[in-house]
């Protein structure tokens, strides 16, 4: 959990982060139904992984990136998702609709942790 010089790890920064993000948006009325989707990538494909998918009040499925960065250097945490990542979220999340013979109204948020602030960013990008 902690590397050298008592700093948390990337990946202990990454899942305090997401246990935040859905804290808040459970808060906010939104339900969970799946925590880090994986969809396998192939030979010449990188994996994707889509953190929280959750219901939103209204019936909207919610596919939730979150990123985290210490601080807000460099563009903060959301300039993170980045064109290749939001395609290997749209391709995961196509994946993830095929068990639904009718398919739900979709959106892509980003939950942005950037040290102690959060942001949650409804409809951040489009499929």
């Known amino acids: ?11 202990a920064v990454g899942d305090a982060a997401e246990d935040r993000a859905l804290a808040h948006l459970q808060r906010q009325g939104l339900r969970l139904e799946c925590r880090n989707y994986r969809l396998a990538g192939g030979p010449r ?14 019936g909207t499925l919610v596919f939730c990136e979150v990123r985290a ?24 999340a196509t994946h993830y609709l095929m ?3 009718t398919l ?3 959106r ?10 959060l942001d ?8």
């Open 99 to 101: 068990r639904f013979a």
């Open 120 to 127: 949650w960013l409804r409809g951040a990008f489009e499929a």
């Open 69 to 92: 960065r210490r601080g807000a250097a460099h563009g903060g945490a959301a300039a993170t998702v980045d064109l290749a990542k939001q395609r290997r979220l749209v391709r995961a």
């Open 45 to 58: 494909q990188r994996g994707a992984e889509i953190d929280l998918i959750l219901r939103d009040r209204d």
């Open 104 to 106: 739900p109204p979709c």
């Open 1 to 11: 959990m902690f590397g050298a010089g008592g700093v948390k790890s990337t990946k």
């Open 108 to 117: 892509f948020d980003v939950v942005a942790v950037d040290g102690d602030a």
